[in-house]
């Protein structure tokens, strides 16, 4: 390597290592994804999921805790429901398509966003790079999306509607 593309490695390497360091110094709001500021320091609060283990987050203010917490206990209260609608229901109708009839491939798509509409599946990467206010929004619009399309093709395929 000579001494002219050395120096551009460097020069490329610095900014990368930099920004990593930002990143995991960085605290974020968990509800709604805000940095925190030096003169506005955020708050650590400890999460109680149902039968999981309990994290900690950083929150802007306390209502936002609050958000939070409502939108845990709202999850884990609709857990069972979602994992019906979400895995269980599907599992059922898929295998009525498979064994019974195609009709029963509209209903997958609709217990699916009807999970998803109620019960947003995120992983916690996802909450924490979105904040868990978008990450909710986000399931909401792609159970929607997936409802319409059920529908759409159930009215498509079945009753033959010219679209
Ligand atoms: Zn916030």
């Known amino acids: 390597m000579d001494e002219e ?3 551009m490695v460097v020069e490329i ?3 990368v290592e930099e920004s990593q360091e930002e990143i995991i110094n960085l605290r974020r ?3 709604c994804n805000k940095e925190e500021e030096e003169e506005h320091e955020f708050q650590e609060v400890n999460i109680l ?9 950083y929150v802007c203010s306390s209502e936002h805790e609050s958000r939070i917490n409502k939108s845990y206990n709202y999850f ?5 429901l ?11 109708f898929v295998s009525l398509t498979i064994f019974v009839d195609m009709i029963f491939s509209y209903p997958v798509f609709v217990s699916i966003g009807l999970g998803l509409l109620i019960y947003p599946l995120f ?3 996802i909450v924490r790079a979105l904040g868990l206010n978008k990450s909710n929004i986000l399931g ?8 319409l399309l059920g529908i759409v093709l159930f009215l498509i395929d079945v009753l033959n509607v010219p679209i």
Not at 82 to 92: D, E, M, R, S, T
């Open 5 to 7: 593309s050395e120096k």
């Open 140 to 147: 909401r619009i792609l159970g929607t999306i997936i409802v």
């Open 123 to 125: 992983s916690q990467q």
């Open 76 to 80: 884990d209260k609709i857990y069972i």
């Open 49 to 57: 999921r149902k039968g999981d283990e309990d994290f900690n987050v």
């Open 82 to 92: 979602g994992l019906i609608l979400i895995f269980f229901a599907p599992l059922v």
């Open 29 to 31: 709001c968990h509800w």
């Open 13 to 15: 390497n610095d900014p």
